[in-house]
């Protein structure tokens, strides 16, 4: 049996450099590997990039109305190992799928992305993912305004950070890693 591990980190932790730097090490090895990541984030087309490295992968994107897509794709071929970028936007049965894909096709399956919304809450892919995972780790970096831990991620537009909305919003809002304390603070002004 392989495992199924969730690498989670706040925005602009480096999770999609992890994911290229994994894919870069079996790649060295010529052990082919697959890529794949929910649709609904198009930001970069068919491709998974970082801020922080200029090496690109090709990805594979499935819908939320995708059943059985991945395994299947996951099936037609002897991979190493599957890679997922931005996680958080699975649905729970994806989540349930890449489980199967690590027990029944003993393929190890690395996901990598958000745990938490701009409000605090788990995301349905995060959320099924710390139900099933057997492994969960954090991917750390520190707090926009202040030196500690980032666990929070603040939405702001034109600078303004915003509590309210969608959970999903495609704008032109900006996402900062901040401290549940920075969080906190700049939601009490918010009210004031
Ligand atoms: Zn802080």
Redesign the pocket.
Known sequence: MSKLIFYYGTMRSSKSAQLIMTAYNYQQQNKPIIIFKPSIDTRDGNIVKSRALETTYPVYTFDENDYEYIYNMVKLRKYHAVLCDEIQFAKEHHIDELARIADELNVPVLCFGLLTDFQGKLFEGSKRLVELADKIQEIKTV?W??D?KARMNLRTVDGNPVFEGEQIQIGDEEYLP??R??YIKFKNNSKK
Request: aromatic share 12%; net charge positive.
């Open positions: 707090c305004y202040c500690r901040v401290c304390k920075c």
